[in-house]
């Protein structure tokens, strides 16, 4: 995989890996990043911080995402609302059973062409059939899923998406800590790069011991070390 070229850059890469981890990792402002490294004696500004996230941000996504395993063969599918500038968007969101985020998509509808948007995305991107679709009660979803021909691999149920509501949470967290989303576009290219670090550090620590999660913390920080690795 290639590696990240931070030439040309005041900073040195340890600082700047930081700062997008700490972005990422925590529900922290571009103001709060500024000012924890600033307790560590390192000035920068947040305005920097914020141009480090968005250009490093897609880079390191796309590696993390690269080193994940294959997902669960049973897919999640729901959608919450946005609002951005004013107006009411849709966040449609796919994760596995097991919580892994498949991938998200901001889109202006909440109907067939956009349920069919982010199932052919998904499944062009996997590259494989879901053994089960699991969604609410949304028509479009049922749709959808006729024209692709997976109608009978399609569930619904009262509790049965829990996995994909729950998975919002991170999201709202996040909303309510930027103040909202800007744009459509600042909004997918953020919620990207955010899944997959969600994906990497998101251990489920409580169906697992303290030990086993040492480990996995410390596996999960070697794999975004080794994303963020200078070239």
């Known amino acids: 995989m290639a590696k990240i070229n931070y030439s040309g850059y005041r900073f040195p890469p340890e600082i700047i890996q930081q700062a997008i981890w700490l972005y990422l990792r925590f529900s922290l402002s571009f103001r709060d990043v500024e000012d924890l490294l600033a307790e560590r004696g390192v000035m920068v500004s947040y305005e920097t911080v914020r141009r480090w996230v968005i250009h490093f941000g897609p880079k390191i996504a796309a590696d993390l995402r690269k080193r994940r395993p294959k997902p669960h063969t049973t897919w999640h599918l729901d959608e919450v609302y946005l609002k951005i500038d004013g107006r009411l968007v849709y966040l449609w969101r796919a994760v596995d059973s097991e919580g892994e985020v498949l991938d998200v998509l901001v889109q202006t509808r909440r109907n067939k062409a956009a349920a069919l948007k982010l199932m052919r995305k998904l499944l062009k991107k996997y590259g494989f059939l879901p053994e089960n679709l699991v969604t609410d009660d949304l028509r479009s979803y049922h749709a959808a899923a006729r024209d692709l021909g997976i109608g009978h691999r399609h569930r619904t149920g009262r509790w049965r998406n829990n996995r ?68």
């Open 164 to 231: 994909a509501e729950n998975s919002h949470q991170p999201t709202r967290r996040r909303e309510r800590k930027m103040q909202g989303f800007r744009s459509v576009g600042s909004a997918q290219r953020f919620l990207s790069f955010h899944a997959a670090a969600h994906n990497t550090f998101n251990v489920q620590r409580h169906l697992i011991s303290a030990r086993t999660h040492r480990a996995f913390r410390a596996s999960a920080m070697d794999t975004w070390r080794a994303a963020t690795a200078t070239a």
